[in-house]
C-alpha cells in the first residue's frame, strides 16, 4: 500500500489539528507531524498544503522575528478553519470504522 | 518575510537553493512566492548550518521541491517553454550547475550585502571623480555640486534604493540592473583612468589636433619680437625639431608669418594691423598687454605669406 498517497489525502485534517493546538510555523508543523508518525510526508507538501489552506480562508498567519534565523511566518486556525476540521474529523471517524469494521470482518472470515 | 532577510542568515548553499526554488516558482504571482520562500528559508536555515548533508540529498532537488509543493498547494504544474527559449534555458542551468559555477555563485550571495551596501558610494564617488577630478576633500563623502553634504546625502539615498530594490527582485528588476551597471560602468571609467572628462582648454589642446602654437588661454594668433631696445624686430621661430613655429597652423602652406621691423608688419588675419603703442619719442611701446587689435587696408604683397599689411605710426 502507497502509503505517501494515503497520507496526502489525510495532510488537510493533520495540519489543521496540528495548527488548532497552538499557532506554529511551517518547520515546526513538520517535525510535529513526523514525532505523530507521519514519517513519509514531504517538506513541500507541507508547504504547499499551508498555503493552499491559508488562501482558502481557513487559517491566518503573522510575521514572528525570531533570533534564531530568519522571521517566521506562525499559522493559526480561524473559525472556517475549525469549522472545516470538524467537519474532517467526523468523515475520518466515520471512514476509519467504516474500515475498521470490514477489515474485522474480513478477519472474522479469514 | 522576505528571500532578502533570508540572504542575511542563510548559507551560501541554502540561498543557492532557495534561489532555485523561486526560479521554479517564477511564474506565480511575486507575494505567493514571497510567502512560500519565507517558510522554506526557515527550514533551510535551520537545516543547513546542522548537517553536512547537501540540500537536495536532504529535501530533492529544488525543482522537485517546488513541484511537490505546487502540487500540494494546487497550483498546477510550471508551464513548460519549448523551442529557443527552453533550450537556452537548460543550456543555462547545466551551466549554473558546474561546480566552478556553483562556488562563485555561493561567493556571489556572500559577497552580496556588502555589494549592496556599498554600490550607491560606489556610483556616486566615480561620477565624482571623473567629473570634478578631486571629489573627496572630506573623504568618504564625494562632492556633488561642490557640496560633500550633498554628496553624503545622494550616497545615503542611493544606498537605500539598493536594498530596496534588492527586496523587490521582480518590480525593481530593471532599475537594479540598471543601477549595476551604472556603478560597473563608472567603476570602470575612473579605474581605467580615463577621466576627467570635463578638460582645462590647455588639456583640450594638449590632445586635439590643433598644430599651432597654444597658450593657457587658447591659441596664440600672433607673436611680436622686440629688441633689447623696445624696437620690432624680426626673428624666425622654430620648435625642437626644427619645424617653423606657426601661430596659425593654416598657414603653414607658406612657411611662417615673420613680423618685420621696417614698418612692415605681418597680420595673417584678414588684414587686419596691430596698433603698437607708441611712447613719447615714436618708439614702440615693448611687452604691453593687451594690445589693441584692429583691421586696416591691405597694402603691399608677400609672395610667400598670405596678407601683409603697414605698420600704423
Known amino acids: ?110 | 518575510m522576505t528571500t532578502t532577510a533570508a540572504a542575511t542568515t542563510l548559507t551560501p548553499a541554502a540561498e543557492a537553493y532557495l534561489q532555485r526554488v523561486r526560479k521554479a516558482l517564477a511564474d506565480l504571482p511575486e507575494d505567493e512566492q514571497e510567502e512560500i520562500l519565507g517558510d522554506v528559508a526557515v527550514q533551510l536555515a535551520d537545516l543547513a548550518p546542522a548537517t553536512d548533508t547537501d540540500l537536495e540529498t536532504a529535501l530533492g532537488s529544488p525543482e522537485d521541491f517546488a513541484g511537490e509543493l505546487r502540487e500540494a498547494a494546487g497550483m498546477g504544474t510550471k508551464p513548460t517553454p519549448d523551442g529557443l527559449w527552453s533550450a537556452l534555458g537548460r543550456r543555462l542551468d547545466e551551466f549554473r550547475n558546474r561546480p566552478a559555477i556553483r562556488w562563485w555563485m555561493a561567493q556571489w550571495v556572500r559577497l552580496r550585502p556588502y555589494w549592496l551596501a556599498t554600490r550607491g558610494w560606489l556610483l556616486v564617488a566615480s561620477i565624482s571623480v571623473i567629473y570634478n577630478g578631486d571629489p573627496f576633500v572630506r573623504f568618504p563623502l564625494p562632492e556633488v555640486l561642490d557640496e560633500a553634504w550633498v554628496g553624503g546625502a545622494v550616497v545615503a539615498a542611493l544606498t537605500w534604493l539598493s536594498f530596496r530594490l534588492a527586496r523587490s527582485p521582480r518590480r525593481g528588476r530593471f532599475v537594479d540592473v540598471a543601477f549595476t551597471a551604472a556603478t560597473l560602468f563608472y567603476v570602470s571609467i575612473t579605474l581605467s583612468g580615463a577621466f576627467p572628462l570635463t578638460q582645462s582648454v590647455d588639456e583640450l589642446h594638449a590632445g586635439a589636433s590643433y598644430r599651432g602654437l597654444l597658450g593657457t588661454d587658447g591659441p596664440i594668433t600672433n607673436l611680436y619680437p622686440y629688441d633689447l631696445d623696445g624696437n620690432p624686430t624680426q626673428v624666425l621661430l622654430y620648435d625642437q625639431e626644427g619645424r617653423p613655429v606657426l601661430t596659425r597652423p593654416e598657414l603653414r602652406s607658406g612657411g611662417y608669418e615673420p613680423l618685420v621691423s621696417d614698418g612692415t608688419l605681418i597680420i595673417p588675419e584678414d588684414g587686419g594691423a596691430i596698433a603698437i603703442p607708441l611712447d613719447e619719442n615714436g618708439r614702440p611701446i615693448p611687452n604691453l598687454y593687451p594690445q589693441e587689435e584692429r583691421p586696416s587696408p591691405y597694402r603691399g604683397v608677400q609672395p610667400t605669406i598670405p596678407t601683409t599689411t603697414t605698420l600704423q605710426p
Open chain 1, 1 to 110: 500500500m502507497d502509503t505517501t498517497q494515503v497520507l496526502k489525502g489525510l495532510l488537510d485534517t493533520a495540519v489543521l489539528a496540528i495548527v488548532a493546538r497552538e499557532d506554529t510555523y511551517g518547520y515546526d508543523i513538520i517535525r510535529r507531524l513526523r514525532e505523530a508518525g507521519f514519517d513519509g510526508v514531504g517538506e513541500a507538501s507541507v508547504y504547499g498544503t499551508l498555503r493552499r489552506l491559508y488562501r482558502g480562508g481557513y487559517l491566518t498567519s503573522q510575521i514572528v522575528p525570531s533570533e534564531e534565523g530568519p522571521p517566521r511566518k506562525y499559522y493559526g486556525i480561524n473559525a472556517a478553519g475549525r469549522d472545516l476540521l470538524e467537519r474532517s474529523t467526523k468523515t475520518w471517524t466515520h471512514l476509519a470504522a467504516v474500515m475498521n469494521d470490514l477489515l474485522d470482518l474480513t478477519e472474522e472470515a479469514a
